[in-house]
C-alpha cells in the first residue's frame, strides 16, 4: 500500500498578535504536495499575516509551520532555495534590463533554469533588453513572475499575481500559473478575482477573524450554501418603497439582501422564484424595472459566510 503524500505545507495552531489585535487565532491549515490552493479573505482576516509567517517573514507568536518537510527555525537556508514568492508589487530597479534583472535573482539560487529560458516561459524575449521602467503593467507582473520562477521552486507563493491587469494580462498569467502545477509543483495563491479562484484553485480556504471559516474546493464550497441560482433586480420607488420582508417568505428563497436600491434572492428553484417574485412585486403594486440571474458562484458563498463582496476589500 502506497503511503499518502507529505503535505507541501502544514500549518498547526498558529498564533500571531499585534498590540490589541488578534491577526491569527490558532489557526491549522494544509496545502497538499501538487495543489494550487486559494487562500481567501476580507481586509483584516488574517491572511496576509498567515502568508508572511509561512515565507518565513514572519515569526509566530505560537505554533508550527512545517515546509516540504521542513521547519524555518533550523532550515532556512534550504527552504528558501526551494520556495519561489511573487508579491503583489514587486518593486525591482527600473534602470536594469530584463536579462540583467533575471539574472541578478537566479544568482540567488543553487540551481534553477537559464535566465534566457525563464525569459521565454513569461513570453518576454522581445523585451530581454529593455528596461524595466519602460514595461507596462502586464509585462513587469510577468518579469516578477519570472523572478519568481528562475530558482526552479517547488512551492509558489502568489499574492494577488493579476492585481490591475487587463484580461489578456491575467489570462497569460493563469496558463503560467496552470503550467507550473501541471509539472507537480505546488501553490498558495491569494486573489480578490473569484473567477480567478474558480478556475485555478483545486481548494480554497476562507479566513475571517483570523480562522478558517469554510475549506473545499470550489464546488463544494458553492454546494455548501444550498442554493443554485441568485435572482438580482431592482423594483418601486421613492415614494413607494419595496418592502423586503415577504420575499423572504418567498417558497425556495434561502436569503434575500437588500443594497444601494437593488436586492439579491439566494434561490434553489429559478423557474418557481421568478413567477413567485413578480407576483410580489405586483401586489406590492411596483414596476421590476430591471433583472438578473446568474448561477451560484464563489461569489455568493464569500457575501454569505462573511457579508462582504471580496472586491470590495
Not at 161 to 172: C, F, I, V
Amino acid at each position: 500500500m502506497t503511503a499518502a503524500p507529505r503535505a507541501a505545507l502544514q500549518v498547526r495552531n498558529l498564533r500571531k498578535t499585534y498590540k490589541d489585535v488578534l491577526a491569527v487565532d490558532r489557526l491549522d491549515l494544509e496545502v497538499r504536495t501538487g495543489e494550487c490552493f486559494g487562500l481567501l479573505g476580507p481586509n483584516g482576516a488574517g491572511k496576509t499575516t498567515t502568508i508572511e509567517i509561512c515565507e518565513g517573514l514572519l515569526a509566530p507568536d505560537s505554533g508550527d509551520v512545517e515546509m516540504l518537510g521542513m521547519s524555518w527555525n533550523s532550515d532556512a537556508g534550504r527552504l528558501r532555495q526551494r520556495l519561489g514568492i511573487q508579491l503583489q508589487d514587486t518593486q525591482l530597479s527600473e534602470k536594469l534590463t530584463v536579462l540583467e534583472t533575471v539574472r541578478l535573482f537566479r544568482s540567488f539560487y543553487e540551481a534553477g533554469p537559464a535566465p534566457s529560458e525563464v525569459i521565454a516561459l513569461v513570453a518576454l524575449d522581445e523585451k530581454q533588453n529593455a528596461r524595466v521602467g519602460n514595461l507596462s503593467g502586464g509585462q513587469k507582473q510577468r518579469l516578477a513572475m519570472a523572478c519568481a520562477l528562475v530558482g526552479g521552486p517547488e512551492f509558489l507563493f502568489l499574492d494577488e499575481p493579476t492585481t490591475g491587469l487587463d484580461p489578456q494580462a491575467r489570462r497569460q498569467l493563469w496558463d503560467l500559473i496552470e503550467e507550473f502545477k501541471a509539472s507537480g509543483r505546488t501553490i498558495l495563491l491569494t486573489t480578490h478575482y473569484m473567477d480567478e479562484a474558480e478556475r485555478l484553485c483545486d481548494r480554497i480556504a476562507i479566513m475571517d477573524h483570523g480562522k478558517v471559516i469554510a475549506l473545499g474546493t470550489p464546488r463544494e464550497l458553492i454546494a455548501s450554501i444550498g442554493v443554485e441560482h441568485v435572482l438580482e433586480f431592482s423594483a418601486g420607488s421613492a415614494a413607494r418603497p419595496l418592502a423586503v420582508s415577504p420575499l423572504r417568505r418567498i417558497e425556495g428563497a434561502r436569503e434575500v439582501r437588500s443594497q444601494n436600491g437593488s436586492v439579491e434572492m439566494l434561490v434553489t428553484e429559478l423557474h418557481r422564484a421568478v413567477p413567485a417574485l413578480i407576483e410580489e412585486l405586483s401586489r406590492q403594486g411596483l414596476p421590476l424595472t430591471e433583472l438578473r440571474t446568474h448561477s451560484a458562484s464563489l461569489e455568493d458563498v464569500f457575501v454569505t459566510l462573511t457579508g462582504r463582496h471580496l472586491r470590495d476589500e
